[in-house]
Structures are given as structure tokens and as C-alpha cells.
């Protein structure tokens, strides 16, 4: 079995506003492998970025703050680290990668430049080192003529081109852990077909430890070991890829309703039912299942009691009263 890298034990991260206590994150608890890829998925706004965010100290303080919880690497609880022992694990140990590749570069610096400073902010590397390694780096994520590239502007390459640059950046201190949230959602059908492709040989080559962030489920089947479904804040399901996929009986009602409407890597927008109702209040939330108002399956329970994990097989749990003593078995 392999060894846990990283593991999310009850988190909860709130946003404290005037109009009240948004439960972004609420109660949520996985565990990130070594050389595995999870991928966190679920519809907007359902907390999967505001995890990220926690695991790296980068939850805007107010209006946002951890409440309760670990998040425990490498024998440190990250909740409580230091700031300074935090600067470190970010970017050196950790590192993300955004949505939006655009406005994560910096417009007025080279790609090139970009990457010999994060790698000599992290290491004692001179600056002829740094630039070599850049243009290493450049290579491996498939970047043509990298040498060339490197003295580019970010708003001279392609949007494919720039996600591959951040990709790069974020290796530069070949961190243990990478986070990529959405590292797809702007790029067209080919070029996801081709980032999901350095992250499967990142993850090969270098054994790094991937946190794949994503709204479409299509993704989870091309990159992922395991799948943690989120929604409203909380964790629903979680299961390995295979299990998930090919054992429907098992499924979460909110999972199967993302397999049915979200996009795979090949198909088409235009023909995709979306699920029905909207994603409740994090404010004031609904009573007992959060996903009630929307469930087919609801039975009276669901809107009395929140459902407890059950571990429906070996790895796999679902928080479902159609799985628990309570509820009715399907
Ligand atoms: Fe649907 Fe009830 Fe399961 Fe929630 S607990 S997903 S409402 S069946």
C-alpha cells in the first residue's frame, strides 16, 4: 500500500461576511498517496479550490479563515506551521497551478525570466544554472524550441502554451505535491488531451503526488487513481477510479448525476443535460443531506439527517442514506 503524502483531516474553512458564515469547507477529510492522483471534483463553488487554498496557507485572511481541522505533510500540521516554515513548504514542497494561466504570469517578465527566479528564490543555484534548468523544464513539458521560448512574454504564446509554462514554473523546485486546479478549463479539446499528458508522465518520471482539481468527470477516468466527489463543502464519495466508474450500484446519486451530465474529453457541450435544481445556500444550508433538494432518490430521512460514511467496499465510501443501516438498501 502506498505511504500517505498528505492527509486533510476534518477541515473546515469559513468565510465570515456580512450576509453570514459561508461553510466554503466543511468538515472534510482525504489523503493524498505518494506518487497517486486524486481528483477533487465537483461543480462550482463547491469548495474543491478553497481546499486547495487551505492546504497552502492561501485563504484570503478575513474574510476566510481555517476553523478547525489538520492538514498534516510530512509530520507537520500546516493549519498551525509557522508562516515562515509555510513560505518554505509553498512552491518548494508544494506547489499549484492555476485556472487561469494568464493572469498567474507575471505580463512583464520573460517565461524564461519567470522560472530563474522561482528556481533562485528556492536553491542556491547562480543564475547560468537556473537558466539551463528552465529551459529543462520548458523541454519536459513539451514546450517547442525551449531555449527560444524561454525570451518570450507571456502574451506571446498560445493559451496551451502558457499552461505548459506554468507547469514548468511550478516544477521548478520539483516539489513533492502538486496542486492543479482546473489546469484544463481554458484550453480547447486537444490541448487538454495534451497537459493531461505531461501531468501522466510528470507523475511516472518525477513520482510527484497530484491534487487534480476539476469540474468534469470526463477527466477523472484520463488522469486519476482515485476520485474524492465534492459537494457543497463536503466530501460525498470517494473511491478508486476503476471502483467508482464500473460500479454504479455503489454510486452516490450526485455522482452519478455528474457522470451523466459533465463533459468527457471528447464530447460536446451542446448535448449535455445539467443536473436539475442549484447548488444550496453555504450560508444557509438545507437540513440534514445537503444534496436533498435535488436527489431522485430522497427518502424522508435524507431531509432529517445528515448521512454518515459508510464503506460500501474496501476503499470506497459514500456519505448516502441509501447505504446506511438507517436508510432503505437499494
Ligand atoms: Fe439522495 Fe438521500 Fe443519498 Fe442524499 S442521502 S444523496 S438525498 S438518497
Redesign the pocket.
Known amino acids: 500500500m502506498k505511504e500517505t503524502i498528505l492527509s486533510v483531516r476534518n477541515l473546515k474553512t469559513y468565510f465570515f461576511t456580512r450576509r453570514g458564515t459561508v461553510r466554503a469547507v466543511d468538515d472534510v477529510d482525504f489523503e493524498l498517496k505518494k506518487g497517486e492522483c486524486l481528483c477533487l471534483v465537483g461543480e462550482s463553488g463547491c469548495g474543491k479550490t478553497v481546499t486547495a487554498l487551505s492546504i497552502l496557507g492561501l485563504v484570503d485572511r478575513p474574510p476566510g479563515r481555517i476553523v478547525g481541522g489538520e492538514i498534516n505533510y510530512d509530520g507537520i500540521n500546516l493549519v498551525s506551521c509557522l508562516p515562515a516554515r509555510m513560505r518554505q513548504i509553498r512552491g518548494r514542497e508544494i506547489a499549484m497551478i492555476f485556472q487561469d494561466a494568464q493572469s498567474a504570469l507575471n505580463p512583464v517578465f520573460t517565461i524564461g525570466d519567470q522560472i530563474v527566479e522561482q528556481i533562485k528564490l528556492h536553491s542556491e543555484k547562480s543564475h547560468r544554472q537556473a537558466r539551463e534548468m528552465a529551459i529543462d523544464l520548458l523541454k519536459e513539458v513539451g514546450i517547442p524550441s525551449p531555449d527560444e521560448a524561454a525570451s518570450y512574454y507571456p502574451h506571446q504564446l498560445s493559451g496551451g502554451m502558457r499552461q505548459r509554462a506554468m507547469i514548468a514554473m511550478s516544477l521548478s523546485c520539483d516539489p513533492r505535491i502538486l496542486i492543479a486546479d482546473e489546469p484544463t478549463t481554458a484550453v480547447d479539446v486537444t490541448i487538454k488531451a495534451q497537459i493531461l499528458d505531461i501531468f501522466q508522465r510528470l507523475k511516472e518520471s518525477r513520482q510527484i503526488s497530484l491534487l487534480f482539481i476539476t469540474h468534469e468527470m470526463g477527466l477523472v477516468s484520463e488522469i486519476g487513481d482515485r476520485v474524492a466527489v465534492m459537494y457543497a463543502g463536503k466530501i460525498?464519495e470517494i473511491a478508486s477510479v476503476t471502483e467508482l466508474l464500473t460500479n454504479p450500484i455503489f454510486q452516490?446519486?450526485?455522482t452519478s448525476s455528474l457522470i451523466k451530465c459533465l463533459p468527457g474529453i471528447t464530447q460536446e457541450r451542446e448535448r449535455l443535460e445539467s443536473i436539475p435544481g442549484t447548488v444550496p445556500s453555504l450560508i444557509d444550508p438545507p437540513s440534514?443531506?445537503l444534496?436533498?433538494p435535488r436527489?431522485a432518490?430522497?427518502?424522508a430521512?435524507?431531509r432529517e439527517k445528515e448521512?454518515p460514511p459508510v464503506n460500501v467496499t474496501k476503499g470506497h465510501t459514500v456519505?448516502?442514506?441509501?447505504y446506511s443501516a438507517q436508510?432503505m438498501k437499494k
Open positions: 460525498v452516490h446519486p450526485y440534514g443531506c444534496f436533498h436527489c432518490k430522497a427518502m430521512i435524507c448521512p456519505f448516502c442514506h441509501l436508510g
